[in-house]
């Protein structure tokens, strides 16, 4: 590589999930840095408007999807807009991810479902929806 990239990732396509803010933002950044388009698939409209900014200033192509990871039709949506923009999907980062801070005596059942529907459901959803595209793709 002549560009002095760690990673040449240009042409590829890369949703991160919770990508509007903190870690996933950083991912998001670091992608594009690297050359990949984005995905940025969160809740926060307007965090995401924002988010894309900065994002595009690396000279990608950046998309916002609204999206709440709880719900298995909007990752199918999410997979779906992903593809109508890009027509490719090389890259799943699931990062979005939720806590309950409470003292574990004090978590509910639904409490904690509601940590694993984010936490753990949502990433598997996620990447069965993606699998078929990248699978065809090689």
Not at 63 to 82: C, F, K, P, R, Y
Not at 103 to 125: H, I, K, T, Y
């Amino acid at each position: 590589m002549t560009s002095g990239k760690l990673f040449d990732l240009t042409g590829r396509v890369a949703i991160v999930t919770g990508g509007n803010g903190g870690l996933g933002l950083g991912m998001a950044l670091g992608l594009a840095e690297a050359g990949a388009n984005i995905v940025v698939a969160a809740r926060n409209q307007e965090k995401t408007a924002a988010a894309l900014s900065q994002i595009q200033a690396q000279g990608v192509k950046a998309i916002g999807v609204t999206v709440d990871v709880n719900l298995e039709s909007d990752i199918s949506a999410m997979v779906g807009q992903t593809m109508e923009a890009f027509g490719r999907v090389d890259i799943l980062v699931n990062n979005a991810g939720m806590t309950v801070r409470k003292e574990p005596q004090e978590l509910s059942v639904d409490e904690w479902d509601q940590v694993l529907n984010v936490n753990l459901r949502a990433g598997f959803l996620a990447a069965r929806d993606v699998y078929p595209h990248m699978k065809s793709q090689g």
